[in-house]
């Protein structure tokens, strides 16, 4: 089963284990992995990204790669980065300790909205897209999250609009979830929306 992640991307692997060693405290429910460069983490298995810490450096250096992930990215840098980054978010590394978990704690939810939200993502997670959707219900839940309506489908996908029904009425038995919005977040999640 896929676990929501928290991951961090640096050079330096002592920053790397000792931000681990901070949000596993804070985020025990969450997997945090490091890896030392963007390639090692492509090659690593597909995970359910909640946040990606980066070095500015690698982020720079790979910025075309972390272009469609902007908003679940923080920057690991130093106060006087933070005027020149100021469209993204960035934690000081240079502070004290107290000070770095006020502002982690405040970048992750931030990033998550609420801690509500952070309990029904990680309920979402717990299913496995991949053991219990359909290749065609899988698409169909792209269309769905992306404010298809059902005729639209029907016409996109060309099939009747009751088989559009059926799928979608099977989707949301197997997955449990009823509502668009919930739909719209298991999408998400599972990286579904751009089928």
Same mark, same amino acid.
């Given at each position: 089963?896929?676990? @929501? ?5 640096d050079?330096? *692997?002592l ?5 681990? &060693?901070i949000? $596993?405290?804070?985020y @025990? ?7 030392? %460069? ?20 690698i ?7 972390? =272009?469609?992930r ?10 006087e980065d933070?005027?020149?980054? %100021?469209?993204?978010?960035?934690? $000081?590394?240079f502070?004290?300790?107290? &000070? ?7 970048l ?13 993502? =990680?309920? =979402?997670? /717990?299913?496995s ?7 065609? /219900?899988?698409?169909i839940l792209?269309y769905?999250? $992306? ?8 016409n996109?996908?060309?099939?009747? *609009?009751?088989?559009?029904i ?12 009823k509502?668009? @919005?919930?739909?719209i977040?298991?999408?998400? *999640?599972?990286n579904?929306?751009d089928?």
């Amino acid at each position: 089963m896929r676990r @929501p992640s928290i991951i961090i991307i640096d050079s330096n *692997v002592l920053a790397c284990l000792g931000l681990k &060693n901070i949000l $596993n405290k804070l985020y @025990p429910e969450i997997l945090i992995q490091y890896y030392n %460069s963007v390639e090692s983490y492509t090659a690593s298995d597909q995970l359910i990204i909640i946040h990606c810490f980066l070095s500015i450096d690698i982020y720079l250096k790979n910025k075309a790669y972390f =272009l469609d992930r902007k908003q679940k990215i923080i920057l690991l840098g130093k106060e006087e980065d933070k005027i020149k980054y %100021s469209t993204y978010n960035l934690l $000081n590394i240079f502070q004290i300790k107290d &000070n770095l978990i006020k502002d982690i704690q405040t970048l992750f939810l931030k990033g998550i909205k609420s801690h509500k939200m952070q309990m029904e993502l =990680l309920k =979402l997670a /717990e299913l496995s897209v991949d053991a219990t959707l359909t290749p065609r /219900e899988k698409e169909i839940l792209s269309y769905i999250a $992306n404010g298809y309506l059902n005729k639209e489908i029907a016409n996109k996908l060309n099939i009747s *609009v009751y088989t559009v029904i059926n799928h979608r009425k099977n989707l949301t038995d197997k997955l449990g979830i009823k509502s668009i @919005p919930d739909l719209i977040n298991y999408a998400n *999640v599972n990286n579904l929306l751009d089928l």
